[in-house]
């Protein structure tokens, strides 16, 4: 495979990487725009914990929005997180999505403040959890190098986990951290998009390193010099006495 082609299998891979996130993306804010536009009170559809009507909020809560601040906040960490996701982990990606989304918000459900919780904010959390771990784990050099970058990109969300500001919904941050390091635990055996390195073994030969010849191959081109040495010898006194019969005795192969 040509470099060229190499090139264009990675750019259809990572446009197609990008597929997911993006719906999303348009998903919340189409939801954001219709809400704003129509007055939909979309925020009715939030999660609200322990309430039979306040479950629909787990399928429902990471596409709703309180501001256009709020929606850009969540958007960006969303598509790239969303986009690292399927790129580097495309075998895991879609459970490690669905967990993320329906586990973040059973449990905060579960758990938390009787307050209605909306946003993308957890699986975003959650996300990035499972990125890093997943790299950890797996100790690729490139994943390796991701996991630094899930530090530094969003190692300041862990103040998140806090219960530091009344109206931000910290149990969805620290419901989906958890829940993207148990996924990245549960699926850390699926394969990633990174190929590991070639194992080399100490009794491997190399087919371009020549293999010395052996003793006992030696040993016979001594013995096949010394027959034809003695050959040539009887064919010489042969032919001075006339005799033209002679018996070859061939050497040991």
């Given at each position: ?13 990572a446009l197609l990487a990008l597929a997911v996130p993006a ?60 986009w690292c996701l399927f790129f580097f982990y495309p075998r ?162």
């Open positions: 495979m040509t470099y060229q082609e190499e090139r264009s299998i990675v750019f259809r891979r719906v999303l993306l348009v998903f919340m804010w189409s939801v954001f725009w219709l809400d704003t536009y129509f007055s939909w009170d979309a925020a009715r559809s939030g999660l609200l914990p322990r309430t039979l009507h306040g479950a629909i909020g787990i399928f429902t809560a990471p596409l709703l929005h309180g501001s256009l601040e709020h929606l850009v906040g969540n958007s960006i960490p969303m598509l790239f997180l969303g895991s990606a879609w459970w490690a999505l669905a967990g993320t989304w329906l586990f973040t918000g059973s449990l905060v459900w579960a758990s938390a403040r009787p307050d209605i919780h909306i946003g993308a904010s957890g699986v975003v959390y959650a996300l990035a959890a499972f990125i890093f771990l997943s790299g950890v784990l797996r100790r690729l050099r490139p994943l390796l190098a991701l996991s630094l970058l899930m530090v530094f990109l969003y190692g300041g969300m862990v103040w998140g986990v806090l219960p530091i500001e009344e109206r931000v919904s910290w149990e969805s941050h620290l419901w989906g951290g958890i829940t993207g390091f148990a996924l990245a635990w549960w699926l850390r055996d699926q394969p990633s998009a990174v190929p590991p390195p070639p194992m080399y073994f100490a009794d491997e030969v190399d087919d371009d390193v020549p293999v010395p010849a052996a003793e006992h191959d030696d040993e016979q081109d001594a013995e096949r010099a010394r027959w034809m040495r003695e050959m040539q010898e009887r064919a010489r006194r042969n032919t001075t006495l006339g005799n033209d019969d002679i018996t070859i005795n061939y050497p040991p192969l």
